[in-house]
Structures are given as structure tokens and as C-alpha cells.
């Protein structure tokens, strides 16, 4: 799988760096934004959640453009570059708004101790795979739910394994430059030229793992 993904990385690498520079840099420079925000704040370790949360957001509000590139590069079809750019668009909304409910109820659910926030949290790792036209979130709950108790290993398998890889290759990092002082600002820009370059990799992983999730969980 991961040969395949790496060719499919290169055979699109212009589009990849384009979209990347485009959108995916200014997105990743906001969100981190508000993630050093709450840092600032003193709110009794509730800024550790919600960065967490908008960590997650990150990472999902620009995986559709990064799906449907792959679909099209393995079905050896031609994507124009403002597809990308409306894909991200048409879906950047659906996935905000649904996130947010997501991530309320896992906030909510963890302090009554009604809904671990972990089960909450791992749906909203499926937004991007629902056409946002064609699912509501009743329904895109009660799917996800269904696909979550059958591939509940498998899930969490790939939430380690990309979590574990990010950190490695953050680690690594500090380990090379531990003689040098680093800034805020000069971590949170290795952070970005990290994730930037492997978040679509990810994308194209999970797309190629989870592109038939709706077929999976039947109509």
C-alpha cells in the first residue's frame, strides 16, 4: 500500500504543492494561531481539550481536495487544480459546523460522564468521507457508529500509527537541533513544514484505506 501511495504522492506532487502553499500553509499558520492563544489562557487545563480539538479540525477541514486528487490519480484522470479549490470550499463548512457538534458533545459527554469523549472524537475523523449533500448528522452518527464497532482496531491502529510517526519525526528534529535555542516561533514553524508535507501522504492513506467507507456501512 504505502509503495503505491508514494507513487501516487509524486505522480501529483505539483498539484500537492500548489494546494499546499495555497491553502494548506495559511490554514495550518490560523489554526496553530489559536492553538498558542489558548496556550496564553489560564482555564484550569480546559486550553489543553480545545487544542486538541483544533488540532483535529486542522487535519480534517482540508482532507477532501487531497481525497479527491487521489481518486483521480488512480483512476488516471485529469483534476484540474480549482476543483481542489472548490472541493475545499463546498465541503469546508459542513465539516466546521459538524466537527463542532462533535467536539461539544465529547466535551459535555466526558464531564457527566454520559459519553466517552474518545468515541465522540474518533466520528469526526469520518466527516470528510460523507458527501456533505447527502447525509445529515443523525445519520452520519448513526453510520459512523456502525463502521466504528466493526473497524474499532483498525481505527485506532492508524490514529497511533500517524500520531506516533508525527511525533518521531518531531522528535528526531529536536534531537538534531538540541545544541541551538528554539523559539515558539521557530518550532511552530518546523510544525507546519512537518505537517504540510505529511499530512497529504496521510490523506492519500486514509483515501485509499477508507475511500468505500459508505459502501461499507451500506445504504
Do not use: C
Not at 79 to 99: C, D, H, P, T, Y
Amino acid at each position: 500500500m504505502f509503495r503505491d501511495i508514494m507513487y501516487y504522492y509524486n505522480q501529483g506532487i505539483l498539484k500537492i504543492l500548489g494546494f499546499v502553499f495555497l491553502i494548506l500553509l495559511p490554514v495550518q499558520m490560523f489554526f496553530y494561531g489559536w492553538i498558542y492563544y489558548f496556550y496564553q489562557l489560564d482555564l484550569d487545563s480546559i486550553e489543553y481539550i480545545l487544542n486538541l480539538y483544533i488540532f483535529i479540525l486542522m487535519f480534517i477541514v482540508t482532507q477532501k481536495p487531497f481525497m479527491y486528487l487521489y481518486q483521480h490519480l488512480k483512476n488516471n484522470e485529469e483534476l484540474e487544480f480549482k476543483e481542489m479549490l472548490k472541493s475545499f470550499v463546498s465541503s469546508f463548512g459542513f465539516i466546521f459546523f459538524s466537527a463542532f457538534i462533535l467536539f461539544t458533545l465529547s466535551y459535555v459527554g466526558t464531564m457527566l460522564f454520559i459519553i466517552p469523549g474518545a468515541i465522540v472524537i474518533t466520528f469526526v475523523f469520518f466527516l470528510p468521507f460523507y458527501k456533505e449533500s447527502l447525509y445529515n448528522m443523525k445519520k452520519l452518527v448513526s453510520r459512523a457508529w456502525k463502521f466504528y464497532i466493526r473497524h474499532i482496531a483498525s481505527i485506532y491502529g492508524d490514529i497511533l500509527l500517524w500520531a506516533s510517526v508525527n511525533i518521531l519525526i518531531w522528535a528526531v528534529f529536536m534531537n538534531a537541533v538540541a545544541m541551538f535555542e528554539i523559539n515558539l516561533l521557530t518550532s511552530t514553524i518546523v510544525k507546519i513544514i512537518i505537517n504540510i508535507f505529511l499530512f497529504p501522504f496521510i490523506y492519500f492513506y486514509l483515501t485509499e484505506k477508507y475511500e468505500n467507507l459508505e459502501e461499507k456501512l451500506g445504504e
